[in-house]
């Protein structure tokens, strides 16, 4: 029988008998975590068809990743090794590296300050004249001698005076600026209502054709006033093949007009056309280079199709101004050249000298005949080339030779009588 004393440290020994048993559970639980961890971290094989529909165990090579295992870390090179040993060097400034050098532009044209007795050359008209102006100041812009003055505006015509006048206004220009020569350019603003009188005509009726001539006529009568030269460019074609068609019909009447007035037309349209006479945005410059002509609107000129429509004016005012379209670059004369210095020559170097020998003359080297030919027809004095490019005579072929057609008499036969065996 226990006593008061043993039954009072029962209460406090019994929970210790459970410990073990505590302890235990907690092993395993933890040993459970590290294997479920472990678990996750090793790749899950897939499983194929066979395993899904029927379990049939495939075994599958097991998949290890580089991170589970600690490789040894490479040496590092000697080289390395002896960079960090020696002391730091001191580091050099880099060196730029040169840009490379893009193509030089050709430069710019010197200025030639133009002279004060320059001739002028005023060019009127639409936004064509404008355009013809540019590549005129262009053509002439190295000649002290001319002077280029462009007038234009770039909506007028002849058909709208009252937007603007030109009979009225080209007086004025003409007064101010004395030119020595004219140069017009009109018509493509011209396809429009006409008011004659007090009706409107529409375009290509047969009335406002007649009037549209006999303006063309007035205004280069007007151009020609004072006996100055008159230079009509005519239109270039356009993109708009109703456009295009319609400068061909103003072209023929400034043609006609012009000339009966006294002036000068100068047709420009086969150098805006292709060769089978369309219109072309790109084609040839005065150079020969294919370049852009015409802007994207298919109706203004680039900077190099300006310069090509005054190409084709250009020669023409060199014509008439004469002189004064000489460069700045003159020849100089006998006093400016200086002394040629001829060199003796070497001593040791055999020169030898022949007798010119000529063509139609060959006794000069001690022959009667060319090489391979005969002497030329006595009495005629002509060769055998000036007689067949003069007169179509050809000298005989010699005999034997595969161009000999003459017929040979055939020689005579002798038949010989046939022995008997």
């Given at each position: 029988m226990l006593t008061t004393r043993d039954a009072g440290?029962?209460?406090?020994?019994?929970?210790?008998?459970?410990?073990?048993?505590?302890?235990?559970?907690?092993?395993?639980l933890v040993a459970g975590l590290f294997a479920t961890m472990a678990e996750a971290q090793e790749p899950v094989p897939r499983r194929n068809l066979l395993q899904k529909f029927f379990g049939v165990f495939v075994p599958q090579?097991?998949?290890?990743?580089?991170?589970?295992?600690?490789?040894?870390?490479?040496?590092?090179?000697?080289?390395?090794?002896?960079?960090?040993?020696?002391?730091?060097?001191?580091?050099?400034?880099?060196?730029?590296?040169?840009?490379?050098?893009?193509?030089?532009?050709?430069?710019?044209?010197?200025?030639?300050?133009?002279?004060?007795?320059?001739?002028?050359?005023?060019?009127?008209?639409?936004?064509?004249?404008?355009?013809l102006g540019d590549g005129l100041k262009v053509a002439f812009e190295t000649t002290p001698g001319i002077a280029v003055e462009t007038r234009a505006s770039g909506s007028s015509g002849l058909v709208r005076n009252d937007y603007f006048d030109w009979p009225k206004i080209l007086s004025d220009y003409v007064s101010e600026l004395k030119p020595s020569v004219i140069v017009v350019s009109l018509g493509a603003n011209d396809r429009q209502l006409m008011q004659i009188g007090d009706t409107k005509e529409k375009f290509r009726t047969d009335v406002w054709m007649e009037e549209y001539r006999r303006r063309v006529n007035a205004f280069a009568a007007l151009a020609r006033k004072d006996k100055l030269p008159?230079?009509?460019?005519?239109?270039?074609?356009?993109?708009?093949?109703?456009?295009?068609?319609?400068?061909?019909?103003?072209?023929?009447?400034?043609?006609e007009e012009v000339e009966k007035a006294g002036g000068q037309f100068i047709d420009i349209w086969d150098g805006f056309v292709d060769e089978s006479g369309k219109f072309v945005l790109t084609g040839s410059d005065i150079n020969g280079q294919q370049?852009?002509?015409?802007?994207?609107?298919?109706?203004?000129?680039?900077?190099a199709g300006k310069r090509k429509l005054a190409f084709y004016v250009e020669k023409d005012i060199r014509k008439l101004l004469g002189e004064a379209a000489a460069t700045d670059t003159d020849v100089p004369g006998a006093e400016g050249l200086k002394d040629l210095v001829?060199?003796?020559?070497?001593?040791?170097?055999?020169?030898?000298?022949?007798?010119?020998?000529?063509?139609?003359?060959?006794?000069?080297?001690?022959?009667?005949?060319?090489?391979?030919?005969?002497?030329?027809?006595?009495?005629?004095?002509?060769?055998?080339?000036?007689?067949?490019?003069?007169?179509?005579?050809?000298?005989?072929a010699p005999p034997g030779r595969i161009d000999d057609f003459r017929l040979v008499k055939p020689q005579a036969v002798i038949s010989r009588p046939m022995s008997r065996n």
């Open positions: 440290k029962g209460r406090f020994l019994r929970p210790l008998r459970l410990a073990p048993i505590f302890m235990g559970a907690m092993a395993m090579r097991r998949i290890y990743y580089q991170d589970q295992y600690d490789f040894p870390r490479q040496p590092r090179p000697r080289r390395m090794q002896k960079r960090r040993q020696q002391p730091a060097e001191p580091q050099q400034p880099r060196q730029q590296r040169a840009k490379p050098r893009l193509a030089e532009t050709p430069p710019p044209a010197p200025v030639v300050e133009k002279s004060p007795d320059a001739k002028k050359v005023l060019v009127v008209g639409d936004f064509v004249a404008g355009s008159v230079l009509w460019v005519g239109m270039p074609p356009f993109q708009s093949t109703a456009m295009t068609a319609d400068m061909v019909t103003f072209n023929g009447i400034f043609r370049v852009r002509l015409r802007g994207s609107d298919g109706i203004n000129l680039t900077k001829v060199t003796a020559p070497l001593a040791n170097e055999d020169i030898v000298k022949t007798q010119p020998i000529s063509v139609t003359d060959p006794a000069l080297d001690g022959a009667t005949a060319l090489l391979g030919g005969d002497a030329p027809p006595k009495g005629t004095g002509k060769s055998p080339r000036d007689l067949l490019v003069e007169k179509g005579e050809i000298p005989p």
